[in-house]
């Protein structure tokens, strides 16, 4: 807030929607914002222009700043040795099925964005982007689907297809308002990586004991994204609501392609083999 | 700062600058056209740019400065602006306080005078977020304001050519 003023400021309010302030000055602006009809209004347009830009102008215009240049990569690189079959059966299902789906007209690929292609980008892959996840429970493996019910203890592994997109952020948020980077782990911004098909990235999640949904945002782009910027889009949406979470499939983020996958956490019955089973 | 990051920039810092575009400039085309030009002059300096932590500062003070002489260019060559109604002195306080009011003179004031007293009574920052955007010190940014709030009257009589 500022310092003289009753209202916020739009350089503050700009701030905020590039994660630049601390979580307490976020926090009490989204209170004043709560209270104040001009701001809140204020608010209300700049994040509408900001969504027009992103949507409709950001891919025709920035291929104009584009410079090629020899980047830093690194190589994910798929280790079938390590997969327990299960999981290497889950990898060939989460990819198989969609390219089913890819021959019916009308088809929608669950969890995939229903945004037509992004415009203005050289592809070198065709298909739009996509996220995808598995998860482990003792010895069985689920492909996990939107509204998909996991449990506590659960490890998910991701998987990307990215489609000729040079850099990759992974997010999440869940209905107790965590937001967390997951790929690269805690990570300030996207990773440069090796666009393949199929990439199983490393590592897993293993969920905790929280409830409710958790999505799960991949945002796919040319040049790295700030993760600050994307945390607070996830905080603010944490703020709306478990039903928000369920709901809300992309964020105004101004990355070149999204995909996102939502799961429900519960805590059920434990089985016979000490497995926690979720409650329908 | 690299060549890399400019494309970064955009995508970064694009969307928040569009919008603080189309606030100055009233239309879309416009802050697209405002947008473009912020971020080539951001490219033709590149090498003076501070860190990314200053970086939305720095861009945000670009940006403003195109915007305003845009405002001002609209104003010296296009059709007659709203009349400024006479104000006795008694007004100067009501006029500080009404933002579309001083949105349509502070382009008559001085240069110098113009972009503080825009992002302070228009835009609301208060004077550190001014001086911050700027690159001055708050001492200049409250004598700067203080001299815009005592011609502000005059500046409201002034013609529009």
């Not at chain 1, 298909?127 to 995808?132: A, D, Q, V």
């Not at chain 2, 500062?57 to 609209?74: D, G, H, K, S």
Request: charged share 25%; net charge positive.
């Amino acid at each position: 807030m500022s310092e003289d003023r009753a209202h916020v400021s739009s350089f503050t309010l700009d701030a905020m929607a590039l994660g630049a302030l601390s979580s307490e000055e976020a926090e009490q602006v989204r209170a004043h914002l709560s209270n104040c009809a001009r701001c809140a209004a204020d608010f209300e347009e700049a994040t509408a222009a900001r969504d027009h830009f992103a949507r409709d102008v950001l891919p025709r215009t920035a291929r104009r700043f584009r410079r090629i240049e020899e980047p830093r990569r690194f190589s994910l690189r798929i280790l079938p040795m390590l997969l327990a079959p299960s999981l290497a059966a889950a990898v060939v299902a989460i990819f198989v099925l969609p390219s089913l789906y890819r021959r019916q007209d009308s088809a929608q690929l669950p969890g995939q964005d229903s945004r037509p292609p992004i415009l203005g980008q050289d592809l070198r892959i065709k298909g739009e982007p996509i996220l995808r996840a598995a998860a482990r429970r003792g010895d069985r493996t689920l492909v996990v689907q939107d509204g998909a019910v996991l449990a506590p203890g659960d490890e998910v592994h991701f998987f990307v297809q990215a489609s000729g997109f040079e850099y990759l952020l992974i997010a999440s948020v869940d209905a107790d308002g965590n937001a967390t980077v997951y790929f690269p782990y805690g990570g300030a911004q996207s990773a440069l990586l090796q666009p393949t098909e199929g990439e199983q990235l490393p590592g897993s999640i293993v969920l905790d004991e929280s409830r409710g949904p958790e999505r799960v945002y991949a945002f796919f782009s040319h040049g790295p994204l700030p993760s600050a910027a994307v945390l607070a889009e996830l905080r603010g949406l944490a703020a709306r609501g478990p039903t928000a979470i369920r709901a809300q499939r992309t964020l105004s983020i101004s990355a070149d392609a999204q995909s996102s996958i939502w799961f429900e956490k519960r805590v059920g019955r434990r089985d016979a083999g000490g497995q926690s089973r979720p409650g329908e | 700062m690299s060549a890399r990051d400019l494309t970064s920039l955009y995508r970064s810092y694009g969307p928040v600058i569009y919008s603080r575009c189309r606030r100055l400039l009233g239309d879309d085309a416009s802050a697209e056209d405002a947008t473009q030009e912020t971020f080539m002059r951001v490219q033709r300096h590149l090498e003076k740019a501070p860190d990314s932590r200053e970086a939305l500062v720095w861009i945000y003070r670009i940006a403003t400065n195109y915007c305003l002489n845009e405002i001002r260019n609209r104003r010296l060559r296009a059709t007659p602006m709203k009349e400024v109604p006479e104000l006795s002195g008694e007004q100067t306080e009501e006029l500080l306080a009404n933002r579309d009011l001083l949105a349509r003179i502070v382009d008559r004031a001085p240069e110098k005078l113009r972009m503080p007293a825009y992002l302070h009574y228009v835009d609301g920052l208060d004077q550190s977020e001014v001086a911050r955007v700027m690159g001055v010190s708050r001492r200049t940014v409250l004598y700067r304001l203080a001299e815009f709030a005592k011609n502000a009257r005059k500046f409201a009589q002034r013609t529009s050519r």
